[in-house]
């Protein structure tokens, strides 16, 4: 698995909007219109829309 790496401002906006909080979550991968977090502590990842 690719390590994730601190959400910047914009990112955390969008992370914020779709209800998670951005100090748990760290990004995968950033396109233009979808992220993919993973959970700091478990491991888990979600793909959200911005």
Do not use: C, F
């Amino acid at each position: 698995m690719k390590q994730g790496k601190n959400p910047n401002r914009r990112q955390k906006e969008s992370i914020k909007q779709s209800g998670l909080n951005p100090n748990n979550w760290l990004v995968s991968k950033a396109n233009d219109d979808q992220l993919l977090l993973i959970h700091r502590e478990t491991g888990t990842s979600k793909l959200i829309y911005s």
